[in-house]
């Protein structure tokens, strides 16, 4: 232990510099390391692995999107409730996974929920494609007005 007064390197425990007499002042004890994370991912060497995104924002728009066109385009049936409920539920299960210490089942969630949210996004897509060359069949003539109108009754 160094004196604070002349910088004379005392021996462990000591009480009075062996030096200049001062007196040493006892180092308070180090506080306890602080608690683990719940979340502590898998490191291979020095590499950490980042927590995997949940991709709940993409799997929520996509789903209330290919809702919105379904029902335009479709005898108002929300057909885009099929694909879009297990994105949302597999991004739920994310960070719940990774909360649980769980890293592996939640990277498989997280995949799940990525693999339901561009399923639901294609469905979205192809549904407004089709719902536009409807209109635009309904435009032309060649699709009655009353076949659109018994479409969405």
Do not use: E
Request: glycine content about 6%; overall charge negative; aromatic content about 6%.
């Amino acid at each position: 232990m160094n004196c604070t007064n002349c910088g004379h390197l005392n021996v462990d425990g000591a009480t009075v510099c062996a030096s200049c007499g001062a007196a040493l002042s006892v180092a308070p004890p180090s506080p306890p390391p602080a608690a683990a994370p719940a979340y502590s991912a898998p490191a291979s060497g020095s590499d950490v692995l980042p927590p995997p995104p949940n991709h709940m924002a993409w799997a929520i728009i996509s789903t209330v999107v290919a809702t919105i066109i379904s029902i335009l385009a479709c005898c108002c049936l929300p057909l885009g409730l099929a694909p879009g409920i297990p994105a949302i539920v597999f991004a739920n299960k994310v960070n719940t996974l990774l909360a649980q210490g769980d890293y592996q089942g939640a990277k498989t969630a997280s995949d799940n929920a990525k693999t339901w949210s561009l399923v639901t996004t294609i469905f979205a897509a192809v549904t407004f494609v089709l719902w536009i060359i409807l209109i635009i069949l309904n435009v032309m003539g060649i699709i009655a007005d009353d076949y659109l109108q018994n479409m969405v009754r």
